[in-house]
C-alpha cells in the first residue's frame, strides 16, 4: 500500500501528529510519555520563542489511512549566521520529531523534508533536532535499556539504520554521564572544593527564585559566553528564555542551582532539575482526571532518585584556567549534597555533552561518572 506525506494543517493533523508515539512505543518499558499538552506547545509558534527566529512545517504518513509516521522539517535564521566551522551556517536546515513505523515510511518523510528545506533555500540537512538545539538534538544509539531523564529523548534502535539507510552520516555525539551521587567523590575534588572554601575571591551562591527574571538573565549572559565556542551553537534569546522559564519554573529549586561569583562578578553556574519523568511516566501523556494533584504534589517537595544537569557554564575567559574547573568541582560537591540530604536523590546524570567537549568530559571522568546514553546527530547535503 502506498505511502502519503502530507502537511500538518488542520488541528485533527496536530493532534494526530502528537498521538504517534503513544502507539508506536506502546511496549518499550522505557519509553516516558511525555504530556500531550507540552508537545502542543512545542511545536504552537504562540508558545514556543524558538519560533521567533525559525519556522517549521510538520508533516505526517498516512497508509491506508492510519497515521504510520511524522516529520518537522525546519531552519533557524540564527543558526543560518553561525560559521561554518562550529557546526552550522549558511545554507543549513533541519528535520526532526521524527517517528516512524517502518523504513520505507521513514524514507518518506525524510524525502519529504529535504524536498521542504530546499524549497526554501538550504544545501545541508542535518538531524534530527527536535525543535531547536537547546531542546532535543540527536538520535539515541547507546542507552536504550533505561529511560530517559527529563528532557531528554528515547528512540526505537531501528531508527539508526534506516536514517543512515537513506544516506546520512554521523556529524556529532552528544553524551550523558550517571553518577552514584550518594558516595564522596575521590580524594583530589575534595582537595580541589576545600581549598576553593578557603579562596576569599570565590563565593559560590544559590539562586534567589524571587528574582527569577533576574536570576535567569545573569544566567542566560554567562550560557551564551560560555557555551559561544561550542559546535552547533546557536545563542539562546530572551523569547526562548521566557517561555523555558514558565515551563521549569515549578521545577527550579533553589538548592539545586548555583551561581558562582569571582570577585563579585557572576562567572558560572549550574543548573539541576529532579527528574520529573519519574512521576510523569505512568500518566500516560495526560493530567486527568488526578494526575494533575499528583503532580502538584510532587512538584511541592520531589523526591527523585535521579538529578539531571541539564546546562552548566563558565565564561569564555577562565575556560583554560585551574580555576574553571575548581569552580565547576564546588558547584557540583554543593548541589550534590542537598540533592541527598533534601531531595532523597541517589543518582545524577549529567548532560548532554559534546563528544569533543574535553573540559567537561574531564570533569565527568575525574567524579567516577560513566557514560549511559549516546546521542548522535547527523548530515546529508542537499
Not at 494543517?9 to 503513544?22: G, S
Not at 491506508?64 to 518537522?72: A, P
Not at 518518506?108 to 524536498?115: F, S
Not at 542535518?126 to 531523564?149: K, M, N
Request: with cysteine.
Amino acid at each position: 500500500m502506498s505511502i502519503i506525506v502530507r502537511p500538518v494543517l488542520t488541528a485533527a493533523d496536530r493532534k494526530a501528529f502528537i498521538a504517534l508515539p503513544y502507539r508506536l512505543y506502546a511496549n518499550d518499558p522505557h519509553w516516558v510519555p511525555p504530556l500531550k499538552s507540552e508537545v502542543a506547545g512545542q511545536i504552537d509558534p504562540k508558545k514556543n520563542g524558538w519560533f521567533s527566529h525559525a519556522e517549521a512545517q510538520l508533516f505526517i504518513a498516512e497508509r491506508n489511512g492510519q497515521v504510520v509516521g511524522r516529520v518537522s522539517a525546519h531552519l533557524d535564521t540564527l543558526a543560518l549566521t553561525m560559521p561554518t566551522e562550529k557546526g552550522f551556517g549558511p545554507g543549513v536546515g533541519f528535520w526532526g520529531m521524527f517517528e516512524a513505523e517502518d523504513e520505507a515510511t521513514a524514507k518518506a518523510l525524510i524525502a519529504q523534508a529535504e524536498t521542504w528545506l530546499r524549497g526554501k533555500g538550504m544545501t545541508r540537512a542535518i538531524g534530527p533536532c527536535s525543535l531547536s538545539v537547546w531542546e532535543e538534538p540527536g538520535l539515541l544509539i547507546e542507552g536504550y535499556d533505561h529511560s530517559p531523564t527529563v528532557l531528554m529523548g528515547h528512540h526505537l534502535p531501528a531508527y539508526r539504520g534506516w536514517i543512515e539507510g537513506a544516506g546520512y552520516a554521523p556529524v556529532k555525539q552528544m553524551i550523558t554521564y550517571e553518577l552514584d551521587i550518594t558516595k564522596d567523590f575521590p580524594p583530589i575534588v575534595q582537595r580541589i572544593v576545600a581549598a576553593g572554601e578557603k579562596n576569599a575571591r570565590i563565593h559560590i551562591r544559590r539562586v534567589n527564585k524571587a528574582k527569577f527574571a533576574d536570576e535567569a538573565k545573569i544566567i542566560l549572559d554567562i550560557l551564551n559566553d560560555a557555551w559561544s565556542d561550542n559546535w552547533g551553537f546557536v545563542p539562546l534569546t530572551q523569547p526562548e528564555v521566557d517561555d523555558v522559564g514558565k515551563k521549569l519554573k515549578p521545577l527550579v529549586f533553589e538548592d539545586l542551582i548555583r551561581i558562582a561569583e569571582l570577585d563579585g562578578e557572576p562567572v558560572a553556574f549550574m543548573i539541576t532539575l529532579p527528574d520529573m519523568n519519574e512521576p510523569l511516566k505512568p500518566m500516560g501523556g495526560s493530567l486527568l482526571p488526578f494526575n494533575w494533584l499528583k503532580l502538584l504534589l510532587w512538584l511541592r517537595a520531589p523526591k527523585a532518585r535521579t538529578m539531571r544537569v541539564p546546562l552548566m557554564g563558565v565564561v569564555k575567559r577562565l575556560q583554560a584556567s585551574r580555576m574553571a574547573s575548581q569552580l565547576a568541582f564546588m558547584m557540583i560537591e554543593y548541589i550534590r549534597r542537598d540533592a541527598v540530604a533534601k531531595f532523597g536523590a541517589s543518582r545524577g546524570e549529567i548532560g548532554w555533552v559534546l563528544d569533543d567537549n574535553q573540559g567537561m568530559n574531564a570533569i565527568a571522568t575525574t567524579i567516577d561518572s560513566k557514560i549511559n546514553r549516546v546521542y548522535q546527530m547527523y548530515e546529508r547535503t542537499l
